[in-house]
């Protein structure tokens, strides 16, 4: 396969990934971009984009009828190579692109197993992997068996909203069948499933041919869904390496990347360590970088910039070149986020030698902690958590989902 320059059309509803824009400018490639009207004026790497294109509205605006036309008529003068998807939501629309217009990568069938939580389930246990109990909403007969064998709690969860958007928990029959009722028809859009206590985890994974060849596993102090339910200061940190969850994890991450067909890219993907038996049971998983600057924190760990390497995969894929991993360094990191009050907080007293990023985003209150020591970096997490509790955290209340995907 020619090793000359190759085209890349990316595609994001909200502004990320610019590291892997400017990586694979820097390879020799043509970088188109598309994303929303209403980033227009954000920060994206110009000098490393040869066009960005302008969709109205954000993510379920897109006429997908037009974004095709669209593609087609770019595609007229330019032979696009591959399509990527930069963030959850584009997943779909990636496949949709690539199955139109015939551009190889992943199709709609695989691209569910990394957007529709519910056949992310079906496909895990049909592999053997551990899942809590669930059901989809489909049939009435189904969901009683399932609330009549089950053990409350439960949540019920959108089958393609990213995060803990749109998560209810309910706690026996009568709530279960109450929410069911307020969904009417959105019904089909939701999954059960049992609440299964214990700590949550995710894998932040590269993979090539099949197979994950850097992963850094790391655990949520507090999770995304009990801050979305109740509020919280996010935190997460990695484990220490060759430890029982550092390996458990991740022999749990190649079984799901082999079992939905994971060929060649990067993935986030969130497993429990069950309270009661010690199991780790599959959560979810997709197919990008994690969100919420868990990418710096993993670089401030590993060495690895999840999102340049990531795109020197897909160089390396559409030339026909291998592709060597860097070094991989095994330091420690950690994250603590909050929304708050102050648009611009003031972090100033938050000056120890270990931090070495601070979340540059307006009303939120963040830093990255890295250490050689796994003990100092949870230290510090537990301590700039209450501070950031006590002096700069707010909350915002859930939005109901409107629009499904």
Known sequence: ???????????????????????????????????????????????????????????????????????AGIMKANKIDAIVALDDYDVEKATFLREN????????????????KLAMRMRAKD?????????????????????????????????????????????????LWQNIHELGDNRVRYLVEKFEPGDVYHADSLNLDGKPIACVVSQYLATPMEISLGGGIFRSANVPYGSEDDKDIKEANKQVMKAFGMKSGAAHTEFIKGKNDGKIYFLETS??????????????ASGINMWAEWAKIEDAKVKGLSYKLPKVQKGYAGIVLTLSKYQNPDLSSFDDAEVCFRV??????????????????????????????????????????KKFH
């Not at 085209?7 to 020799?28: D, E, P, R, V, W």
């Not at 490393?48 to 509205?57: A, L, R, S, T």
């Not at 969860?157 to 009568?174: L, T």
């Open 287 to 300: 197919s990008r970088v994690g969100g919420a600057h868990l990418a710096e924190m993993v670089e401030a």
């Open 1 to 71: 396969m020619s090793q000359t320059s190759k085209t890349f059309l990316c595609i994001s509803n909200f502004f990320k990934g610019g590291a892997f824009l400017t990586a694979l400018k820097q390879a020799g490639n043509k970088v188109f971009l598309i994303t929303t009207e209403k980033l227009r004026d954000s920060p994206w790497p110009k000098a490393d984009i040869d066009e960005i294109f302008y969709m109205p509205g954000q993510d379920l605006d897109w006429d997908l009828e037009k974004l095709l036309f669209g593609v």
């Open 127 to 175: 592999a053997g992997v551990l899942v809590p109990d669930f059901s989809s909403l489909f049939h009435d007969e189904d969901i009683n068996h399932f609330a009549d064998t089950v053990p409350a709690p439960w949540v019920l969860k959108p089958r393609s909203e990213a995060s803990a958007n749109g998560i209810i928990k309910v706690h026996n029959k009568e709530e």
């Open 101 to 116: 217009l015939r551009i190889s990568g992943m199709g709609q069938t695989t691209g569910r197993y990394f957007r529709d």
């Open 360 to 401: 540059p985003l307006d009303y939120h209150a963040g830093l990255i902690v890295r250490s050689k020591n796994h003990a100092r970096v949870r230290e510090l997490l537990d301590d700039y958590a209450e501070r950031l509790s006590q002096d700069f955290s707010t909350t915002a209340a859930q939005e109901k989902v």
